[in-house]
Nanobody, 120 residues
């Protein structure tokens, strides 16, 4: 199983950016999906998660600015980021709780990380 993230880049404060992350491989089913981020010198932190039923959960710091969504048919999770601030600068990682085919256990998988830089 692999998670491939795309999007990210450099954007000015107040701008918008979108991330996507597709899971592929021998997948039986996917439970929660989400995004985390890690800024230099800081621990990785939760940004947003979404259940298989589409219920989102956001970190307080991004509520009202970021929107998480998913396409279960494409095994893909998205993060739309609006009103970006310099403090949003970080490497963003996607995460998915996946049960591989022929397995009964779910475990976490991580994408490779994509850089988001908010700067003028």
């Amino acid at each position: 199983v692999q998670l491939q993230a795309s999007g990210g880049g450099l954007v000015q404060p107040g701008g918008s950016l979108g991330l996507s992350c597709a899971a592929s491989g021998s997948i039986g089913s996917i439970s929660d999906m989400g995004w985390y981020r890690q800024a230099p010198g800081k621990q990785r932190e939760l940004v947003a998660t979404i259940t298989i039923g589409g219920f989102p959960n956001y970190a307080d710091s991004v509520k009202g600015r970021f929107t998480i969504s998913r396409d279960n048919g494409k095994n893909t999770v998205y993060l739309q980021m609006n009103s970006l601030k310099p403090e949003d600068t970080a490497v963003y990682y996607c995460n998915a709780n996946i049960r591989q085919a022929r397995s009964i256990l779910y475990k976490d998988f991580w994408g490779q990380g994509t850089q988001v830089t908010v700067s003028s």
